[in-house]
């Protein structure tokens, strides 16, 4: 097995940016399906963005057009690209891998924004 370590998450000002990153120790980086989940206090775990094996991406439709997901698999790494935060962005951010039909999550990292 494996494990998925989250970074580059802190503490920004609304309009800013950040980059999340994704690493895979071990064989469980999927290269067909890498995706960021994210969990607000109170709320449950949602999908921010997901990468599939072509290269398609696909956003909730909340962060359409200011987060960027990508991969790179060399590198088994994930990246989450987030421009012109806002305050309800703020939330603990996970990354996941679906491989061999099991999903794998990391420990998360903090993003705040404040306005």
């Known amino acids: 097995q494996g494990q998925l370590v989250e970074s580059g998450g802190g503490s920004v000002q609304a309009g800013g940016s950040l980059r999340l990153s994704c690493i895979a120790t071990?064989?469980?980086?999927?290269?067909?399906?890498m995706s960021w989940h994210r969990q607000a206090p109170g709320k449950e775990r949602e999908l921010v963005a997901g990468?599939?094996?072509?290269?398609?991406?696909r956003y909730t439709e909340s962060v359409e057009g200011r987060f960027t997901i990508s991969k790179d698999i060399a590198k088994k790494s994930l990246y989450l690209q987030m421009d012109n935060l806002k305050p309800e962005d703020t939330a603990v951010y996970y990354c996941?891998?679906?491989?061999?039909?099991?999903?794998?999550w990391g420990q998360g990292t903090q993003v705040t924004v404040s306005s």
């Open positions: 996941g891998s679906n491989y061999r039909s099991r999903m794998y």
């Open positions: 990468i599939v094996g072509g290269g398609q991406t």
């Open positions: 071990g064989n469980i980086f999927s290269i067909y399906a």
